[in-house]
Nanobody, 117 residues
Framework: QVQFVESGGGLVQAGGSLRLSCAASGSTFSINFIGWYRQAPGKERELVATHDTDGTTKYADSVKGRFTISRGNAKNMVYLQMNSLKAEDTAVYYC???????????WGQGTQVTVSS
């Protein structure tokens, strides 16, 4: 199993920046890829960014050029640098990981990001 502790959410004005952090623990050696989802009120959960073990990153079209996902030197850390934030980025952001040969998904508890226009 993998557990997460997320931090860095908050209230920011449009055009501002936030950096989300996620610390994974447990069977982190079995992580295939790790990343972030988000869910806005009344909307389905949306994949924001992923980071594979080989360093490959992927982004939702809506955040390309504004958000950057990275892993820390300690591979249990993953970050999401969010720049040029928009009101439509308001959501609960969840850290997640695809783990093991059966690709189990594990989720963090979420951190709220609110962008005021």
């Amino acid at each position: 199993q993998v557990q997460f502790v997320e931090s860095g959410g908050g209230l920011v004005q449009a055009g501002g920046s936030l950096r989300l952090s996620c610390a994974a623990s447990g069977s982190t050696f079995s992580i295939n890829f790790i990343g972030w989802y988000r869910q806005a009120p009344g909307k389905e959960r949306e994949l924001v960014a992923t980071h594979d073990t080989d360093g490959t990153t992927k982004y939702a079209d809506s955040v390309k050029g504004r958000f950057t996902i990275s892993r820390g030197n300690a591979k249990n850390m993953v970050y999401l640098q969010m720049n040029s934030l928009k009101a439509e980025d308001t959501a609960v952001y969840y850290c997640y990981a695809d783990v093991g040969s059966r690709s189990y998904l594990y989720w963090g508890q979420g951190t709220q990001v609110t962008v005021s226009s």
